[in-house]
Nanobody, 125 residues
Framework: VQLQASGGGLVQAGGSLRLSCVAS????????MGWFRQAPGKEREFVGA????????SYADSVKGRFTISRDNAKNTNYLQMNSLKPEDTAVYYC???????????????????WGQGTQVTVSS
């Protein structure tokens, strides 16, 4: 199983980025696909996730209304659209997969079985 995250970069506050997570060795529609982030000196935190069915999403309060998770089953790819970015969104962003596709979306990283390598997002003020 491999999760390849990409799309990070440097952007000014108020700008947008779209992160992608291409999966191989698993089918994204059979997993809860999540995004987490980790800023320097901080714990890895939940950003959002989408259920295996695609009909449920969950977001951290800090990103609600600004970030949107979507999925393209044909490409076996998960996306994180980030709008109205703030300097406090600066972090390494990781995609992750929870094999319990039809259970509740978990916000703890302990429930996620597979992880990508991370992509850096830097938001300048």
């Amino acid at each position: 199983v491999q999760l390849q995250a990409s799309g990070g970069g440097l952007v000014q506050a108020g700008g947008s980025l779209r992160l992608s997570c291409v999966a191989s060795g698993l089918t994204v529609s059979r997993f809860i696909m999540g995004w987490f982030r980790q800023a320097p000196g901080k714990e890895r935190e939940f950003v959002g996730a989408i259920a295996g069915s695609g009909d449920r999403t969950s977001y951290a309060d800090s990103v609600k209304g600004r970030f949107t998770i979507s999925r393209d089953n044909a490409k076996n790819t998960n996306y994180l659209q980030m709008n109205s970015l703030k300097p406090e969104d600066t972090a390494v962003y990781y995609c992750a997969a929870d094999r319990q596709a039809f259970s509740s979306i978990q916000t703890s990283r302990l429930f996620y079985d597979y992880w990508g390598q991370g992509t850096q997002v830097t938001v300048s003020s």
